[in-house]
C-alpha cells in the first residue's frame, strides 16, 4: 500500500504530464486558429475582381492555365462557372479549382479554391496529420495566384 508522501510523489509526475499536454494543447490550437486566419487572408487576396467582359474572358482564361499548372491531377471539367480538377490519391498534395461568379449588377468575381487531403481531421475539423505542410501550399499557391492572375488584369 501507497502511504501519503509515496502516494504523493507518484501523483505529481503524472499531474505535471497531465498540466504539460493541456498546455500543449491549447498551443496548438492556437497555431492552428493562426494558420487558418493567414489562409482566409490568402483566400481573400485570390480572388480577381473584373466587370469588362473582355477583362472577365481574359481572368478566366488565365485561371484555367493557373489550375492546369498547379494542380497535380489534370482539369476534369469546365463550364463558365468552374474548373475543375480531381482529387490526388497522395495525402498532402494540394489540388485546385476555380469558381466564377457575376452578380446582377454584372461586376464578375473569380476565386481560386484548393484543399489538401489529411489537412483536417475527420473527427472534430481540426488540423489533421498533414496539416502545416498543406497549409503552407494553399497560401504560398493562393498568393501566387492573386499576383500572377490578379496581377495580369
Same mark, same amino acid.
Given at each position: 500500500? +501507497?502511504?501519503?508522501?509515496?502516494?504523493? @510523489?507518484?501523483?505529481v509526475?503524472?499531474?505535471?504530464?497531465?498540466?504539460?499536454?493541456?498546455?500543449?494543447t491549447?498551443?496548438?490550437?492556437?497555431? $492552428? *486558429?493562426?494558420?487558418?486566419?493567414?489562409?482566409?487572408?490568402?483566400?481573400?487576396?485570390? #480572388? +480577381?475582381?473584373?466587370?469588362?467582359?473582355?477583362?472577365?474572358?481574359?481572368?478566366w482564361?488565365?485561371?484555367?492555365?493557373?489550375?492546369?499548372?498547379?494542380?497535380?491531377?489534370? +482539369?476534369?471539367?469546365?463550364?463558365?462557372e468552374? +474548373?475543375?480538377? *480531381?482529387?490526388p490519391?497522395?495525402?498532402?498534395?494540394?489540388? $485546385?479549382?476555380?469558381v466564377?461568379e457575376?452578380? &446582377?449588377?454584372?461586376?464578375?468575381? #473569380?476565386?481560386?479554391?484548393?484543399?489538401? *487531403?489529411?489537412?483536417?481531421?475527420? $473527427?472534430?475539423?481540426?488540423?489533421?496529420?498533414?496539416?502545416?505542410?498543406?497549409?503552407?501550399?494553399? @497560401?504560398?499557391?493562393?498568393?501566387? $495566384? &492573386?499576383?500572377? #492572375?490578379?496581377?495580369?488584369?
Amino acid at each position: 500500500m +501507497i502511504h501519503g508522501s509515496r502516494l504523493r @510523489r507518484a501523483l505529481v509526475p503524472v499531474l505535471l504530464t497531465a498540466l504539460l499536454a493541456a498546455c500543449a494543447t491549447d498551443a496548438s490550437r492556437e497555431a $492552428f *486558429r493562426h494558420t487558418e486566419t493567414g489562409l482566409e487572408a490568402a483566400r481573400e487576396q485570390a #480572388v +480577381i475582381h473584373c466587370a469588362a467582359p473582355g477583362d472577365c474572358a481574359q481572368a478566366w482564361s488565365h485561371a484555367r492555365a493557373f489550375v492546369q499548372l498547379h494542380s497535380p491531377t489534370r +482539369i476534369e471539367r469546365v463550364t463558365d462557372e468552374t +474548373i475543375e480538377t *480531381r482529387m490526388p490519391h497522395e495525402f498532402g498534395v494540394a489540388y $485546385f479549382w476555380a469558381v466564377r461568379e457575376t452578380a &446582377a449588377d454584372g461586376a464578375t468575381t #473569380v476565386r481560386l479554391k484548393g484543399m489538401c *487531403r489529411g489537412m483536417y481531421s475527420s $473527427f472534430d475539423n481540426g488540423p489533421g496529420w498533414l496539416y502545416r505542410s498543406c497549409a503552407a501550399q494553399l @497560401r504560398d499557391t493562393q498568393l501566387e $495566384f &492573386a499576383h500572377e #492572375v490578379g496581377g495580369a488584369q
